[in-house]
């Protein structure tokens, strides 16, 4: 196929998403008004304004843009731009509508910390026992783990992998400094379901890659997810980021996408740390997350009210949190920032 039929496959694929995002948070948006009024948080996003609408759409083009330039400079192979979990999808978007009503009951008892009674709590941190999003059962059942994916790009109207691949041209820059490709070590962390080792592999095809996550749930997604694919498999182990089981100076590079607003302050600062630790001198640490407040101060009221719409306890404090000075204090130096549509980057090295 020539690059610009590509481009417009691409394209087009990206707009479906994006309908299907739209369309499922209108019709579910409504269903709750009408079924379930009372489960509606005390407080709603406010209506978004045409302006705002329009720097939206401007920004959602510019990443596409960029992740299609990134793909036609080899930084990934284009095909990774169709990636996308189909028969997951098929498989369990009926569950997604199928599991309104649990999350209406939990809204409307205003329960976020709620687990069926089979679900093993013991041993994490209290900061994690949440209904993040309103899951049921937050991270920790199969159930779950195979909605998320699908959640997350409704919640993004189909732009998370696109945020997630953001992390790929900087690592891989700082990679081909080293000269032996097979002895790179590669760290996902909090790697959920494992998209963003997806698009590791696709890019580093002979590193070796490895990946942790507090939920055991999500790591058999990922593990099963992942075996699909070729070459060798990601080393995944259950671990809190807080306390990584690796030794000092290990990685060569380490990433971290959607973790930091989903951590109180102080783990925040503890991962930082842990990761600093097993990272080489000379290593780079890349970690994506939303935007704060000071990249769209346009939209404080959306942020700030993203908090309690989606049940994110930490987020408030996230959105003023300065990252850099965390990420100075744990050692780190050459501390770079972008930002991409709705996603912010702190591209970090750990001094030689
Ligand atoms: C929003 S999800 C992001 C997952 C994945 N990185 C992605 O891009 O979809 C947050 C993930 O962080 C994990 N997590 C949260 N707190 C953690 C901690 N202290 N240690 C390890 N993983 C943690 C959760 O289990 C979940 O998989």
Known sequence: MSDSLTKLAYQTF??????????????????????????????????????????????????LEVDWQDAQNGVYPASILFDNPWEDFFRYYPEVWLDLPAIWNRTQNKKYQDFSSSIDTEGYPSYYLQNFHHQTDGYLSDRSANLYDIQVEILFNGSA?????????????????????????????????GRTLRFLRATLPQAQLYGTDLSPAY?????????????????????????????????????????????????????????FRVLQPGGMFIICDSIQLSDSPEFKLMMENFSTMFHEPYYRH????????????AGFQNIEQQVHFMSKYWIARKPQ
């Open 14 to 63: 990206q707009q479906g998403k994006s309908y299907f995002g739209v369309a499922h948070k209108t019709l579910s948006t409504q269903l709750t008004q009408w079924v379930a009024p009372q489960s509606r948080p005390e407080r709603q996003i406010h209506s978004i304004s045409p302006q705002q609408l329009l720097i939206l759409q401007q920004k959602l083009n510019a990443i």
């Open 161 to 193: 992998d696109a945020m997630r691949r953001r992390i790929l041209a900087p690592l891989k820059q700082h990679l081909s400094t080293f000269s032996n490709p097979k002895a790179t070590r590669v760290l996902d962390v909090a790697c959920g379901t």
């Open 219 to 275: 790591l058999r997604k990922a593990n099963h997810l992942l075996s699909e694919l070729p070459g060798e498999l990601p080393q995944l182990v259950q671990a809190n980021a807080e306390a990584l089981p690796y030794l000092d100076s290990y990685f060569h590079g380490i990433t971290s996408v959607f973790l930091f607003h989903e951590l109180p302050a102080q783990a925040r600062q503890q991962v930082i740390e842990e990761c």
């Open 318 to 329: 996230y959105i003023t949190d300065d990252l850099i000075e965390r990420l100075k204090t």
